[in-house]
């Protein structure tokens, strides 16, 4: 088994600034410095098509945890050229595009009202003063006067936001935001002041975890269902976040980096971060492209040793089935089951939670339940979704043993 939590962590920086401090595609291990507080919202960044200059757009997400002092993460990751941003606005949403009358409120960064990102980097905002409810609609409306190139962003939001033309973010009218988009652009993370011990778990897949086959505009993707139970539970784990990309690979690039290109921009940079929920693998071996069983174990082990690194739990989900799907064949199949025999019994993980065993059919287990069938054989609906969620032990989501060395929780 992987030596647990072996590396002593330096000391957290204060503050993720903009510009200079903003962190790059090519982060690894070592020189991630996460800013304090906890993650609420986060949608994996990767390339999603060209930018359009005068563009405006309200970015509807859904937090999990509650606090104060919020702060959003804008991402030019994946952008050839600097990107400004000089009007950026925060509110609650209230329904549609519509906003909370008196919530909508200027965000600024380093204390101005603008902000120029380059490319390769990121941004966080200054704190916005004030409390922000768990399970809330957050809609963060930022403009881009110039904007070209390629655009950072997450395809598959299974959310409605909008896109306008000039700058109408503050306004908490709907009337300027007509235009639906199911993407979100440029926001990868929301982050806020929780109470003191509280932490995040950061769900890292693929389609699944993307929420593909669940209902848009409704929050039932697995993590969603996962949030919900955690704000009941005796639990400081509270925070989480969606770093699903549809497509996802573990070993290669393709929709988006591989997750282990990924690892450390989109998990160990995120603030309050105790767990990493590992569900992924699928994609690595359906695609036919030889790779085997000890290919996809090895690059689990890489991403548990970094994590481990981090003063990071890790949770690993079992692969689920997927006979029906297209891909389907034998040799997949063979290669799923030794997979998921090494994530049961290797004692490579923190915690294993059998998403298989939740969603395979007891007369055929290759093949998804038809109750939990999102109809394509291979993505759970909203039924199997919250059993996914029902099946993980909130109790393994934080460690039971963690390392003397590691740093406690940010401190309110």
Not at 305 to 323: E, L, M
Request: net charge negative; charged share 25%.
């Amino acid at each position: 088994m992987t030596a647990r939590f072996t590396a002593k962590l330096g000391s957290v920086a204060a503050a993720l600034l903009f510009a200079s401090a903003c962190q790059s595609t090519s982060l690894r291990t070592g020189a991630i410095h996460p800013p304090a507080g906890v993650i609420t919202w986060g949608a994996s960044a990767y390339r999603v098509g060209e930018a359009v200059a005068d563009r405006g757009y309200r970015l509807v997400v859904h937090t999990s945890v509650a606090g104060h002092d919020a702060r959003i993460r804008l991402s030019n990751a994946f952008g050839d050229r600097p990107v400004t941003f000089d009007s950026v606005y925060a509110g609650l949403r209230r329904t549609g595009a519509e906003l909370v009358r008196g919530s909508n409120r200027r965000l600024t960064f380093g204390g101005a009202r603008s902000v120029t990102v380059p490319a390769g980097q990121a941004v966080l905002s200054d704190p916005l003063p004030g409390h922000l409810p768990a399970a809330s609609d957050l809609a963060v409306s930022i403009h881009t006067p110039d904007a070209a190139g390629p655009v950072t962003g997450h395809w598959l939001g299974m959310q409605t936001s909008y896109v306008t033309s000039g700058d109408h973010t503050a306004e908490e009218s709907a009337a300027s935001w007509t235009k639906g988009t199911g993407s979100w652009f440029y926001l990868d993370a929301v982050s806020l002041r929780a109470s003191r011990g509280t932490r995040a778990v950061v769900a890292l897949g693929d389609s699944i975890t993307d929420g593909w086959h669940s209902t848009p505009d409704r929050n039932r993707r697995w993590p969603d269902y996962l949030a919900r139970r955690l704000q009941r539970a005796d639990t400081g784990i509270k925070g989480v976040a969606n770093e699903g990309i549809a497509g996802n690979k573990v070993l290669a690039d393709g929709s988006g980096p591989s997750a282990l290109d990924r690892l450390d921009r989109d998990v160990l940079s995120q603030p309050g971060v105790r767990t990493v929920f590992l569900f992924e693998g699928v994609n690595d071996l359906k695609a036919h492209t030889d790779v085997t069983a000890e290919d996809l174990t090895d690059g689990y082990e890489e991403l548990v040793q970094r994590a481990h690194a981090a003063g990071k739990c890790v949770v690993a989900a079992t692969v689920g089935p997927f006979k029906g799907w297209s891909e389907w064949d034998q040799d997949a199949e063979a290669v799923r089951q030794e997979v998921n025999t090494f994530i049961r019994t290797s004692g490579e993980f923190d915690a294993v939670t059998d998403f298989d065993r939740v969603l395979r059919s007891p007369r055929d287990p290759a093949r998804i339940l038809p109750a939990f069938d999102g109809g394509d054989h291979i993505h759970p609906n909203d039924r199997g979704m919250r059993a996914m969620a029902d099946a993980v032990d909130l109790k393994s989501l934080d460690c039971a043993d963690p390392d003397p060395n590691t740093d406690p929780a940010p401190k309110p």
